[in-house]
């Protein structure tokens, strides 16, 4: 019993800090979503309305929603990118260490930092990426002026930071027995057979951790476009958290950005109940039964 109420004394600080700043305001968002709340007057109980605000709205909250799941797009390509690139810097060639930290430096650049570097080789005039373009008489799109192209636009700059990505399955790649390469060999199994039999497998877990990381990352993506665009041209870039944002912090309807927060929690855990569904398919862990 001494120890018991020991463990709980060391552990109060902790579970204090849990209830004020973690459960406790989540309640508070909870109960202020079924309210008109704009700050500077008390919140007002209005039900469910909020709610049918939202997916009435087809100026603000269909669009952004749809702007998110464009940028779905880019997981996939993130994947395969950033596991093409530690297959390439696996090798054991002379000076690979230097291309390894080439290819990773882009993931420690702050974001802030990254975006505005990004408008810069973004400009449609002068900016690096257009200015090669016109180099090789290609046509220059004009990216984040344009709602056709801002989308792309963003995902071509995500994938400049995947070397974060890129080290962890560059470390997973150490942790592959080389007897299974050994025997694949004296089986004759070729260059892609040893990828997909081998390589993949043993790599299944990492691919589905950064799966699970990248679902969560999409829907809270944020930082780059309220830096960058604003959500502009013509809500092209209007992605969800920032639509959020917005409805909190510059048009103060606090209830309803508490709604778009509970929507997004609940879009959040469905999809990654999905990808977790979807992995006992997929994903192979070492000592399981075959």
Not at 31 to 54: A, C, I, M, Q
Not at 253 to 271: P, Q, Y
Request: hydrophobic residues 50%.
């Amino acid at each position: 019993m001494g120890e018991s109420r020991t463990a709980l004394l060391f552990l109060a600080p902790w579970l204090l800090g849990l209830v004020l700043f973690t459960v406790g305001p989540i309640l508070v968002t909870l109960f202020l979503s079924f309210t008109d709340y704009r700050v500077l007057s008390p919140p007002r109980w209005v039900g469910l309305d909020n709610y049918k605000e939202l997916f009435t709205d087809t100026e603000t909250f269909w669009p952004s929603l749809g702007n998110t799941a464009f940028l779905f797009l880019e997981l996939p390509l993130s994947l395969v990118v950033g596991l093409a690139l530690a297959l390439l810097l696996n090798q054991k060639l002379k000076g690979m260490a230097l291309f390894r930290t080439i290819f990773y430096l882009p993931s420690l650049v702050p974001t802030v930092a990254s975006a505005l570097l990004w408008l810069w080789l973004l400009n449609p005039e002068h900016g690096l990426i257009n200015e090669a373009l016109r180099a090789l008489h290609l046509p220059a799109p004009t990216w984040l002026a344009s709602p056709l192209w801002s989308k792309p636009a963003i995902i071509l700059m995500d994938l400049w930071g995947v070397g974060g990505s890129m080290v962890i399955y560059l470390a997973a790649l150490q942790g592959v027995p080389q007897d299974y390469y050994e025997a694949a060999e004296l089986d004759g199994a070729n260059g892609w057979q040893r990828l997909r039999h081998i390589t993949l497998p043993s790599l299944s877990p990492v691919i589905f951790f950064n799966l699970i990381l990248g679902v969560i990352g999409t829907f809270q993506y944020f930082t780059q476009t309220f830096l960058m665009t604003k959500g502009g041209p013509d809500k092209s870039t209007l992605f969800y958290a920032l639509s959020l944002y917005q409805n909190a912090f510059e048009f103060f309807r606090m209830g309803l950005a508490c709604a778009m927060a509970w929507v997004l929690f609940v879009l959040t855990i469905g999809a990654t109940w999905l990808v977790f569904k979807s992995s006992a398919r997929w994903v192979y862990y070492e000592g399981e039964k075959g």
